[in-house]
């Protein structure tokens, strides 16, 4: 299993070959999405017709939902780096769904996520 950012999402929307070709390499059946990611794209939606397209879309990606054992991990996670990094929440939400089920997390902005040692960036 891959964990795709919601950047890698917006350039899939948005046709970019190269997206499509890495994601295609990983397998597209092994990409997964958080469920901060779903929300945060939806967020995009212009209308009521471009919010079910995007629903859509998303529903084609296995989605791993936010629950206690995430949460420990992001409780860890700002503990450790609240004061030195100053992350953001939904960015180490995802951050911590890939930590837990330790698996990578594809993203087009490694520089919020590059002093995570537990997490293995694409």
């Known amino acids: 299993m891959v964990l795709i ?3 890698i999402l917006i350039e899939i929307i948005r046709h970019n070959a190269n997206i499509i070709e890495k994601c295609d390499a990983l397998g597209v059946d092994n990409l997964a999405i958080s469920s901060i990611s779903y929300v945060e794209f939806l967020v995009g939606s212009r209308d009521k017709q471009d919010l079910y397209r995007n629903m ?3 529903n084609k990606f296995r989605q791993i939902a936010v629950d ?4 420990d991990t992001l409780i860890s996670i700002f503990e450790n780096y609240s004061l030195s990094h100053r992350p953001s929440i939904p960015d180490m939400l995802i951050a911590a769904t890939a930590i837990y089920y330790k698996t990578p ?6 520089k919020d996520f590059i002093y995570l040692a537990d997490l293995t960036l694409i």
């Open 105 to 110: 997390l594809y993203t087009l902005n490694s």
């Open 5 to 7: 950012d919601t950047n």
């Open 68 to 71: 206690e054992n995430i949460n």
């Open 56 to 58: 859509k879309f998303l």
